[in-house]
């Protein structure tokens, strides 16, 4: 069955550094994925999309890669500031119109 | 910007009660979504609609049934609330055409049933 797999150990780490998060993906191929923010109480943003051709999407300072070999994607914000800190949910886009979405990683950015 | 309401951000419902949770967007989009999240599980896609009168089961049907009988409108109904239905709930809208496929979300009803 597909599966998505994110860190499910929150993600802490220093202002100014960077947070790399990780989405893992088995037994599909999907055409595209995208990554939603989630601040507690509230309903995920979309962000970044980015597609199974595209090997790096940027949006100031995010930056998604996509890996279609390795199954995976790697979601970095560079010069991290504490209202980054949120809960980050990858959703590969298989077939159908459904979306899946990752159980999420929360993300603590300190001073 | 798209807006997705929905109708109650808390609900305390009882056991064996029926509950509606009514989700409205302001978009005229064609498909609307129905997700539960539970720590550890994510979200979860209920039953979605991609036109009017049309549904589509997701992932975890059972206990639930919808309705679409407007563009605008897609309700969520539990017919016979239990308590392993405590959960939040999210409504979702996404047109059929867009660059992105980008999911709009509502606030969220968290539902607690006793």
């Known amino acids: 069955s597909q599966k998505i797999e994110q860190n499910s150990e929150a993600l802490n780490i220093q202002e100014g550094k960077t947070a790399t998060l990780t989405c893992n993906y088995t037994n599909y191929s999907p055409a595209y994925l995208q990554w939603y923010r989630q601040d507690p109480g509230r309903g995920p943003v979309f962000l970044l999309l980015?597609?199974?051709?595209?090997k790096e999407k940027r949006k100031e300072r995010l930056k998604v890669t996509f890996d279609t070999t390795l199954k995976q994607s790697l979601f970095h914000i560079t010069a991290s500031q504490p209202a980054d800190s949120a809960t980050y949910l990858c959703?590969?886009?298989?077939?159908?119109?459904?979306?899946?979405f990752g159980t999420g990683t929360q993300l603590k950015v300190e001073l | 910007d798209v807006k997705v309401t929905q109708s109650s951000r808390y609900l305390v419902k009882r056991t064996g009660e029926k509950v509606f949770l009514e989700c409205v967007q302001d978009m005229d989009h064609e498909n609307m979504f129905w997700y539960r999240q539970d720590p550890g599980l994510g979200l979860r896609l209920i039953y979605f609609s991609y036109d009017v009168k049309m549904k589509e089961k997701g992932d975890i049907p059972e206990g639930y049934s919808v309705s679409r009988e407007k563009k605008e409108r897609f309700s969520l109904i539990l017919e016979s609330a239990s308590t392993n239905q405590t959960s939040m709930y999210l409504c979702a809208s996404r047109p059929n055409r867009g660059r992105s496929g980008e999911l709009f979300f509502g606030e969220g009803s968290r539902l607690t049933v006793l």
């Open positions: 980015i597609r199974e051709n595209e």
């Open positions: 959703a590969p886009r298989g077939g159908g119109n459904k979306l899946t």
